[in-house]
């Protein structure tokens, strides 16, 4: 079948499995590109959950080429049925472990709720059977509902705490700027948006992973968090979102304190569009704007360059944080002579300036090559597999 993007909203609900491929195979090569790590220390054996797409995929990659680690990956990702096609995380996935094995690395995935205790057991299960201990998790989870073992739902949402707020945002069907009202969570939503985004699953997982001693005597696992300008405050670091990322952090605390093996870290990354971040309000209009501006400058980067950046350069030296213990992958997008224009452009942003000061191509360019379109060196118009 050929394959052709269709976007609805902030979701394409096609993705080609060969753009998919090419996608991963192209984050390989940037990896290798980069040498692998110098440290004697680096991890051979990772749990990635969260391993199919933005950061924890990139992650996957970065830790597989750059330490030349086996990896064991959790995600949550649909099959094709034969006539649509499946995720993009799925095609990832699959094209991920063929270029792992080619590479002579241990690579198996898990696809399922990784929330649940039966996914946690078969985690284990499978660490017992083929890895025997782990060095190292990356817990990169996004997801809109958790079920907690006791069966309760909850659903996480993307408002502000307290007031309202209304500010401006792109509208990605048609490229123009409106105002975005965002209303205020109520106590149940943000609590339920910390049991969701927060760090009580965190926890779990290294409960579960230290009870049944797959777990090697040094230990590191980071997870990962945002926290961006003043415009986006309201939203993300003090919206509800926010309040789950406190719980988060206090969570690394805990790990920290309660097993002694374990060095659980957070990093706080750059505002990339990932299908995650497509759906917050107002951020990807702040994501064109900067975009603009980093790439100007030379320092823009995507998931890739932030995470072969992390993970060679900064996880494996504890020196590397700032005053809160955060490794700080948000370095460059944080830099006063970029937050400046920013600010400035957020300022005077309209309909008919913001083509040329947003960088509205590459937030699309991103957006399809997500899915697997528009990818160099990728024939469109033949027919693809799809399953
Ligand atoms: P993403 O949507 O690209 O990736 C989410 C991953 O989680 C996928 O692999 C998906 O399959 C998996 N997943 C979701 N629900 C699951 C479940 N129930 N069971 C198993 N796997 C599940 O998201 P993204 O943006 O890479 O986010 C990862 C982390 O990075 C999040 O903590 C996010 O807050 C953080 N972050 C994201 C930034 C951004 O701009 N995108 C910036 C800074 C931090």
Same mark, same amino acid.
């Given at each position: 079948?050929?394959?052709?993007?269709?976007?609805?909203?902030?979701?394409?609900?096609?993705?080609?499995?060969?753009?998919?491929?090419?996608?991963?195979?192209?984050?390989?090569?940037?990896?290798?590109?980069?040498?692998?790590?110098?440290?004697?220390?680096?991890?051979?054996? *990772?749990?990635?959950?969260?391993?199919?797409?933005? &950061?924890?995929?990139?992650?996957?990659?970065? =830790?597989?080429?750059?330490?030349?680690?086996?990896?064991?990956?959790?995600?949550?990702?649909?099959?094709?049925?034969?006539?649509?096609?499946?995720?993009?995380?799925?095609?990832?996935?699959?094209?991920?472990?063929?270029?792992? #094995?080619?590479?002579?690395?241990?690579?198996?995935?898990?696809?399922?709720?990784?929330?649940?205790?039966?996914?946690?057991?078969?985690?284990?299960?499978?660490?017992?059977?083929?890895?025997?201990?782990?060095?190292?998790?990356?817990?990169?989870?996004?997801?809109?509902?958790?079920?907690?073992?006791?069966?309760?739902?909850?659903?996480? *949402?993307?408002?502000?705490?307290?007031?309202?707020?209304?500010?401006?945002?792109? *509208?990605?069907?048609?490229?123009?700027?409106?105002?975005? #009202?965002?209303?205020?969570?109520?106590?149940?939503?943000?609590?339920?948006?910390?049991?969701?985004?927060?760090?009580?699953?965190?926890?779990?997982?290294?409960?579960?992973?230290?009870?049944?001693?797959?777990?090697?005597?040094?230990?590191?696992?980071?997870?990962?968090?945002?926290?961006?300008?003043?415009?986006?405050?309201?939203? &993300?670091?003090?919206?509800?979102?926010?309040?789950?990322?406190?719980?988060?952090?206090?969570?690394?605390?805990?790990?920290?304190?309660?097993?002694?093996?374990?060095?659980?870290?957070?990093?706080?990354?750059?505002?990339?569009?990932?299908?995650?971040?497509?759906?917050?309000?107002?951020?990807?209009?702040?994501?064109?704007?900067?975009?603009?501006?980093?790439?100007?400058?030379?320092?823009?980067?995507?998931?890739?360059?932030?995470?072969?950046?992390?993970?060679?350069?900064?996880?494996?030296?504890?020196?590397?944080?700032?005053?809160?213990?955060?490794?700080?992958?948000?370095?460059?997008?944080?830099?006063?002579?970029?937050?400046?224009?920013?600010?400035?452009?957020?300022?005077? =942003?309209?309909?008919?300036? =913001?083509?040329?000061?947003?960088?509205?191509?590459? &937030?699309?360019?991103?957006? &399809?090559?997500?899915?697997?379109?528009?990818?160099?060196?990728?024939?469109?118009?033949?027919?693809?597999?799809?399953?």
């Amino acid at each position: 079948m050929v394959v052709e993007p269709r976007v609805k909203d902030f979701i394409c609900t096609t993705a080609h499995p060969v753009g998919c491929a090419q996608n991963v195979k192209n984050q390989i090569e940037y990896v290798k590109s980069k040498g692998a790590v110098k440290s004697d220390n680096a991890p051979k054996k *990772v749990l990635v959950i969260g391993a199919s797409t933005g &950061y924890g995929l990139a992650s996957r990659i970065a =830790v597989a080429f750059g330490y030349g680690a086996d990896t064991l990956g959790v995600m949550f990702e649909k099959e094709s049925n034969g006539r649509r096609t499946a995720t993009a995380g799925f095609y990832n996935n699959r094209a991920f472990e063929e270029e792992a #094995h080619k590479a002579g690395l241990y690579a198996k995935s898990i696809n399922g709720d990784a929330f649940s205790v039966e996914i946690k057991e078969q985690v284990i299960e499978t660490i017992k059977a083929d890895m025997g201990k782990i060095d190292m998790i990356v817990y990169s989870l996004a997801a809109p509902r958790r079920t907690t073992p006791d069966g309760t739902k909850y659903t996480s *949402v993307l408002k502000t705490v307290g007031e309202e707020y209304t500010n401006k945002t792109l *509208v990605l069907k048609d490229n123009t700027i409106t105002d975005a #009202h965002i209303t205020a969570a109520n106590d149940d939503e943000i609590n339920a948006t910390i049991k969701v985004m927060g760090g009580e699953d965190w926890i779990d997982w290294m409960q579960a992973l230290s009870d049944a001693g797959v777990l090697a005597d040094n230990v590191i696992t980071v997870a990962y968090s945002y926290i961006g300008p003043k415009i986006t405050f309201p939203i &993300y670091a003090e919206g509800s979102i926010g309040q789950a990322k406190k719980d988060l952090y206090k969570s690394a605390d805990i790990i920290n304190e309660k097993f002694p093996n374990i060095k659980a870290k957070i990093a706080i990354n750059k505002a990339l569009v990932t299908q995650s971040s497509a759906a917050i309000p107002i951020v990807p209009l702040y994501i064109t704007l900067l975009y603009k501006v980093m790439k100007e400058k030379g320092l823009h980067e995507g998931c890739i360059e932030q995470m072969q950046r992390l993970f060679m350069d900064k996880i494996l030296d504890d020196t590397q944080v700032d005053d809160n213990g955060f490794i700080r992958m948000d370095d460059w997008e944080m830099r006063d002579d970029v937050q400046e224009v920013v600010a400035e452009h957020w300022d005077t =942003v309209n309909n008919d300036n =913001v083509k040329d000061i947003a960088d509205i191509d590459g &937030y699309w360019e991103d957006f &399809y090559n997500m899915f697997g379109f528009k990818i160099d060196g990728v024939d469109y118009s033949a027919d693809v597999d799809i399953m």
